[in-house]
């Protein structure tokens, strides 16, 4: 009666992780900056495509059978994912406490010409955030440093669930 299948067809728990470990972090994102006016800097946009990723690994592992190929290779990205967001937010933390020095991408470069329309264009499209100045800190940390920890209780996650599901349908043949 209270048996359990010995090789499911999909697996809810992971997708589940994948999901909302993508996007429970970039709603917040998108709350702090069109809810209370918190500009992303460049290295702010850069950690949320990684997150777009791992929702839609989560999204497609829910269309493949568990444990196929395809199923560990979207897993496999996900993880990839979600470690490069938190290698780009320790990239970003590291800016932002001055222990890293950064030069580009956040402020207007002198353009090529040198031509007064040609300043004005480049000032004009520069970011309005700079990269070494935190926008928000919360408990000591800044959006990038809560970025860090979620990524890396994501990557514990899914590392804890890919264990409990090779435990039951695969280490123990299915019994």
């Given at each position: ?12 728990a ?25 500009h ?6 850069l ?16 269309l ?25 937010g320790?990239?970003h ?29 480049a ?19 800044s959006?990038?440093?809560?970025n ?28």
């Amino acid at each position: 009666m209270f048996t359990r299948p010995t090789h499911p067809d999909k697996i809810i728990a992971m997708a589940s992780i994948l999901i909302l470990g993508g996007a429970i972090p970039l709603l917040g994102a998108l709350l702090a900056q069109f809810g209370f006016g918190f500009h992303p800097c460049h290295f702010c946009l850069l950690q949320r495509y990684p997150y777009m990723l791992v929702i839609a690994c989560g999204v497609l592992s829910l269309l493949v059978a568990r444990g196929e190929t395809l199923w560990r290779v979207l897993v496999a990205m996900a993880i990839l994912a979600t470690f490069s967001t938190a290698i780009l937010g320790i990239i970003h933390s590291g800016i932002e406490r001055q222990w890293l020095a950064y030069t580009g991408g956040c402020v207007a470069q002198a353009p090529a010409d040198g031509s007064l329309e040609a300043l004005r264009a480049a000032i004009a499209s520069a970011p309005q955030v700079a990269c070494d100045q935190a926008s928000a800190v919360f408990f000591g940390l800044s959006m990038a440093g809560w970025n860090v920890l979620w990524a890396g209780c994501v990557l514990l996650l899914i590392g804890l669930q890919y264990r409990v599901d090779w435990r039951r349908y695969v280490g123990n043949n299915g019994q």
